[in-house]
């Protein structure tokens, strides 16, 4: 992506999330600010989960996800993390992923997952241009994700 085009693209894609959004779903908008999305996910009875989003080289390049305690602390491997537990869609892994090491995202358009071993054989250039995978649909998809473990 040339480099003037991935900003110009970032915020085409997130000029949509705003405040207005935010309150509807139970996000924080901690930053938004090409090349970072830090978004809290919030939820009656739920331990608020964060994820911070690095954007560059968008949508050359699928976004590269830490997951985050709501204070900001990355996530941790080694325990059950109450910000992504239950976890019945399996989208959170609280593994490590062999290149960052840190708990992550194991779904389609996070940077994480189609850099892991298991999942070398499903590159996003397959989904960068599909329905739902620009970033808001991305984002969705992953807050779903994670509503899907509210009790």
């Known amino acids: ?5 991935s900003p110009a693209l970032f915020a085409a894609q997130t000029a949509h ?12 908008i901690n930053e938004l600010a090409y090349p970072i999305i830090d978004l809290t996910f919030t939820a009656e009875g739920r331990t608020p989960l964060r994820l911070a989003a690095r954007c560059e080289d968008w949508n050359s390049q699928p976004p590269s996800f830490a997951l985050l305690a709501a204070g900001g602390t990355r996530l941790r491997t080694g325990g059950a993390h109450k910000e992504i537990s239950p976890n019945p869609t ?8 062999p290149v960052t090491g840190f708990p992550f995202i194991c779904s389609a358009g996070s940077r994480e997952y189609h850099t892991h071993t298991s999942h070398t054989n499903d590159p996003w250039e397959s989904y960068r241009s599909r329905s739902g995978y620009d970033l ?7 807050w779903r994700a994670w509503l899907k473990g509210t009790a």
């Open 1 to 5: 992506m040339h480099a003037l085009a």
């Open 136 to 142: 808001g649909g991305i984002l969705t998809r992953y």
């Open 90 to 97: 399996s989208v959170f892994n609280a593994g490590a992923h």
């Open 17 to 28: 999330i705003d405040e207005r959004i935010a309150t509807i779903r139970g996000w924080i």
